[in-house]
């Protein structure tokens, strides 16, 4: 191509069609516009997993223009992958099959607004890219190359790369795999190919930070053949051993090979979650599951095993699920959610749900939601907006705002838990302004007392009470019922829930212990907490499109300086319920939690965190 990045049309410079392009790009006339950059650093997140997710995109669409500008076509916005649950996932891969992909801009933000790295990917494939690999190994060209996408990271603030060489490698001095031993010395185009890998990994992290990173892809082997491996042994260990981590194929079948290619791992002294074991959400190869909307029983065989895990064209939900729904206008947001959230009212044709709630489960414990705002990246306002609007045809990943974890959690009172299924979140859009919406919470049917009720959890943060917090939020609930109530809880490592209530239902008195369960691990005991009212210090009305609002702010004080808020508790129902009289001893049942005996909706439209403790 020359001295400039390939293009497509309209979608702007951000491949190259080969590595040879690469060699020939002069960065000192490459016009490197400001809005051609990433302008969200990546921030390590406050914790990390023992295991990591890395979702690999591969759009049917790459750099449309949409993902790489944004848009307000309709048509355009229609082309662009749509992605929300960032808070499971620790890795996000822009993938497409040209030689050298960066990612645009405005996926980089995205991820680094979660915490999130974000990588591309440098393929060759078929014969031509073989012959081509063939033509650049020398020391000198490998070098360069393993600069020039440093280079590429730097420049464009990602955090490293996805190695795929799909290819073979025709070698007068290679060795062939059944002569092949431990002492026998490897060719010399795999020498280079290592030595490509390791500088690539070396200039990564000194250019980018410490966090930037190689994952070597399970294709070429040390034979120098093209043979998928899935499993990490002699064929495919060199490879493992300078970079930062491999991502294994597919077609891994059974947990036993994953867990031979762990105590592998071990043996050269690296850690299990180095290995991301490749699941396909098509279905492709012989996973557990099957695919689709039961990738998730493969997810949890692989991460059984310790091992981290890379799911491969999630874009299945909008290219295969997303058509066999009704409702075009929303059909892919609900796809995506039967896919992430597995919530029954989406599709009630789907006739597998014992499978997917049971998979759902598993996943919401083994791969829990990080947290995204600390005490360091306060103060924090999100509406929640996604980056895309179906209803207006827009799409701007640049605007995305924080997208906390939503997770559907319940207050212990009787026996037996309530069916998750009878609460429903989701995605509303305005009318009038593509930029805005709000996220719907609903109690479907009779929720009457002595049932295990629900409320919905927020989980994306962890800030202490030790100095003033101030806590606004902009809340709509449904007008007419005398038990409609909504609010705002805190629940604190400290046993205790702070709740944000509205005037008129705030509990009688204070110190009152109650039951939460805060996990489905076990159903059968809670952990009980102190409730506290916080009351408002200002409340006014704003009319919206649906009609009245509330804005509510508080100013949250506590005692205990080492006090941390973990959580925000979505509350519908009367909150004078919360600290009725508990049953004599230590027993979690016999709270009455007075929720609506009809379908309550309240809708959650704005949240803002910060320390200012000065009261209007």
Same mark, same amino acid.
């Given at each position: 191509m020359g001295e400039t990045p390939s293009t497509t049309s309209g979608a702007g410079s951000w491949y190259f069609s080969s590595l040879k392009e690469l060699l020939h790009w002069d960065e000192s006339s490459s016009a490197l516009h400001l809005d051609q950059k990433s302008r969200v650093p990546f921030q390590e997140p406050s914790t990390t997993r023992h295991q990591r997710v890395l979702l690999c995109h591969d759009a049917p669409q790459p750099y449309s223009v949409a993902e790489c500008y944004g848009t307000r076509s309709r048509t355009e916005a229609e082309l662009a992958y749509h992605f929300r649950e960032w808070s499971f996932i620790d890795d996000f891969v822009y993938f497409t099959h040209h030689g050298v992909s960066m990612p645009p801009p405005a996926w980089v933000e995205a991820a680094h607004r979660h915490h999130v790295r974000c990588f591309g990917s440098c393929v060759l494939e078929h014969a031509a890219g073989g012959a081509l690999l063939e033509q650049l190994l020398h020391l000198r060209t490998i070098f360069f190359l393993a600069y020039r996408l440093a280079r590429l990271a730097e420049l464009f603030?990602?955090?490293?790369?996805?190695?795929?060489?799909?290819v073979e490698i025709r070698d007068d001095a290679k060795v062939s795999p059944s002569s092949r031993n431990q002492s026998t010395p490897l060719s010399p185009a795999i020498q280079r190919v290592l030595i490509f890998v390791s500088t690539l990994r070396e200039q990564l992290q000194k250019r980018v930070g410490t966090h930037a990173a190689v994952i070597w892809y399970d294709a070429l082997t040390v034979d120098g053949e093209l043979a998928h491996q899935s499993r990490l042994n002699a064929?495919?260990?060199?490879?493992? =051993? *300078? #970079?930062?981590?491999?991502?294994?194929?597919?077609?891994?079948?059974?947990?036993?090979?994953?867990l031979e290619s762990v105590a592998r791992a071990s043996q050269l002294n690296r850690p299990a979650k180095d290995i991301y074991v490749g699941i396909d959400v098509y279905g492709r190869g012989k996973m557990p599951g099957g695919g689709g909307f039961?990738?998730?029983?493969?997810?949890?065989?692989?991460?059984?095993?310790?091992?981290?895990?890379?799911?491969?064209?999630?874009?299945?939900?909008? =290219? *295969? #699920?997303?058509?066999?729904?009704?409702?075009?206008?929303t059909r892919d947001e609900r796809s995506a959610q039967l896919f992430w959230l597995y919530q029954r009212h989406l599709d009630q044709q789907w006739t597998h749900w014992n499978a997917a709630i049971w998979a759902w489960k598993r996943f919401q414990h083994l791969c829990p939601p990080r947290v995204l705002v600390t005490d360091a990246s306060l103060a924090v306002e999100t509406s929640f907006w996604p980056g895309w609007s179906r209803r207006h045809g827009s799409f701007d990943l640049r605007r995305a705002q924080l997208q906390p974890s939503f997770l559907r959690e319940w207050i212990a009172s009787c026996t037996r838990p309530c069916d998750a299924e009878r609460v429903l979140l989701y995605w509303m859009e305005s009318a009038t302004d593509s930029d805005c919406g709000w996220f719907r919470v609903e109690f479907p049917g009779v929720l009457g007392p002595g049932r295990l009720e629900a409320l919905v959890v927020l989980r994306f943060l962890c800030v202490a009470l030790s100095m003033p917090l101030r806590v606004r939020y902009l809340v709509r609930s449904e007008t007419g019922r005398d038990l409609q109530r909504c609010a705002l809880g805190l629940v604190t490592d400290k046993g205790r829930l702070w709740t944000l209530g509205c005037r008129d239902c705030a509990p009688t008195t204070t110190g009152k212990r109650i039951p939460l369960l805060m996990n489905e691990r076990d159903t059968t005991s809670a952990t009980f907490y102190e409730a506290v009212c916080c009351e408002p210090s200002a409340i006014k009305g704003i009319a919206t499109e649906q009609g009245i609002s509330e804005e509510r702010e508080y100013q949250v004080k506590s005692a205990d300086a080492a006090e941390l808020v973990q959580e925000v508790l979505i509350i519908l129902g009367d909150l004078a319920a919360l600290t009725e009289k508990l049953p004599t001893g230590d027993q979690t049942t016999g709270v009455a939690l007075a929720l609506a005996n009809h379908q309550s909706k309240a809708d959650i439209l704005w949240l803002a965190l910060d320390r200012n403790d000065s009261t209007p």
């Open positions: 603030s990602f955090d490293g790369w996805l190695v795929n060489f799909e064929r495919n260990e060199a490879f493992f =051993q *300078v #970079a930062s981590a491999m991502y294994l194929d597919y077609r891994w079948e059974t947990g036993q090979r994953l039961r990738t998730f029983e493969a997810f949890d065989v692989a991460w059984s095993t310790g091992a981290s895990v890379a799911l491969f064209a999630p874009a299945w939900t909008m =290219q *295969v #699920a997303a058509p066999r729904l009704y409702h075009p206008e």
